[in-house]
């Protein structure tokens, strides 16, 4: 048995690179996954029979059946974007995510002129960014594309379309209902492929990005904006040590739960992928994107601010009130610096890769390139 898992360890080292860093129970789905072999007939799409990745599926799939709206935040964090984030983007020719997919996009449409250029979205959920994005592309003056929304989720994808069409850019929406674990595009087929917040959902990255890889033509663009930070969305030691820092100047009501419900006395740091798939394998997506891909324009930003700003305790801050500005100011701040300093790394990115070998250069903010926000887990 201990020659067995020996065994078994260094296929999965040589198969997974990354699985050192994945958690237990995905180690022990990949250990099933390779003693099964090709024998199994009751495989998911995914290539596993493991009951727990059915059960996350489902659970995945439910939590956002009835998810009309997946992307609203309070009124705190857009006041931290738009006073910080904002600026950097706007260094770059964008101002906010959609004008970074429409920016990129509309370079890839250029480099492809004369033909009708196909782009992919993976995990677009309710389309909802992809069809804003296409109407930017066409007040842009940009027309010769479409754009491939793929989703395991039926009900979202049915959403989408009905939304494409309201919004007038139905002929530039296509759905394809898929699990982009086991996702399979012909060769060249895509002239770039988006991942808006989709990645972190994502169990088999090694496999989605050989297939990104493989479905690029020789100049196709990967482009992402996503959740890069420890897996389940946990601080590091390091960043927690600051969050705590702060939280014990919050007043007692801020420290309200408003997704669990329940009251934190300090920040409980809790793992968001118990059940479904959400940061699975987010400390994962970085290393890897630098492993296998060369970067035209990078941007990392935000760690010790995600708490204050996000939607279980953001809703408490007022943009209105001093107080509330202040200390979301000096939170960012100390972020900042920190990120600078290297002692913190950052847990947000917006990233256009291409194919390898990419002559071209890396735009980025100074002091932060792709490889340097890579956060080391055995550290």
């Known amino acids: 048995m201990k020659t067995s898992i020996a065994r078994l360890t260094s296929r999965i ?29 009751a495989r998911t799409r995914t290539g596993t029979n493991d009951a727990a990745y059915a059960s996350r599926l489902a659970a995945e799939k439910q939590i956002f059946e009835d998810q ?13 974007s738009n006073t910080y984030l904002r600026p950097k983007l706007e260094r770059f020719g964008f101002s906010d995510p ?25 995990g677009a959920g309710n389309c909802d960014t992809e069809v ?8 842009l003056g940009v027309r010769d594309f479409t754009i491939e929304c793929i989703d395991i ?6 959403r989408g379309h009905a939304l494409a069409e309201e919004a007038g850019v139905g002929a530039h929406i296509r759905t394809h209902e ?17 991942a808006n917040q989709s990645l972190h959902h994502v169990v088999q990255l090694e496999t989605l990005f050989d297939a990104i890889t493989r479905g690029l033509d020789d ?14 969305h946990m601080r590091w030691p390091e960043a927690l040590a600051i969050v705590d ?15 669990l419900k329940r009251h934190e006395a300090s920040h409980g740091n809790w793992d968001c992928s118990g059940e479904g798939f959400e940061g699975i394998r987010a400390q994962d997506i970085l290393p890897l994107l630098v492993e296998r891909f060369d970067f035209e324009f990078f941007l990392g930003y935000g760690n010790v601010i995600d708490p204050f700003v996000d939607r279980s305790f953001g809703g408490h801050f007022d943009p209105d009130r001093e107080w509330d500005r202040d200390f979301i100011d000096r939170v960012h701040a100390r972020d900042e610096a920190e990120m600078l300093a290297g002692t913190i790394k950052p847990t947000h990115i917006m990233a256009a890769m291409r194919k390898r070998p990419f002559a071209g250069t890396c735009a980025h903010l100074p002091g932060l390139p792709p490889a340097q926000c890579v956060r080391d887990p055995r550290a």
Not at 98 to 122: E, I, K, N
Not at 153 to 158: G, S
Not at 219 to 232: H, K, V
Not at 245 to 259: D, M, S, V
């Open 13 to 41: 080292a040589e198969r997974f690179p990354s699985a050192r860093r994945m958690p237990e129970p995905l180690k022990r789905l990949l250990r099933r996954y390779l003693l099964d072999g090709s024998s199994s007939g």
């Open 68 to 80: 009309v709206e997946v992307n609203d935040l309070p009124a705190i964090f857009h006041y931290w």
């Open 98 to 122: 959609d004008g970074f997919f429409a920016t990129f996009l509309a370079r890839s449409v250029h480099d492809h002129q004369g033909t009708t250029a196909r782009f992919a979205s993976v």
């Open 132 to 139: 804003r994005v296409a109407k930017r592309l066409l007040d």
């Open 153 to 158: 989720n039926a009900t979202m994808l049915a």
């Open 178 to 194: 898929t699990d982009f674990n086991a996702w399979k595009p012909s060769p060249g087929s895509f002239a770039a492929i988006m």
């Open 219 to 232: 100049d196709g663009r990967f482009l992402t904006s996503d959740m890069i930070g420890r897996n389940g």
């Open 245 to 259: 820092e702060f939280w014990r100047e919050l007043p007692e009501a801020y420290r309200w739960n408003r997704q």
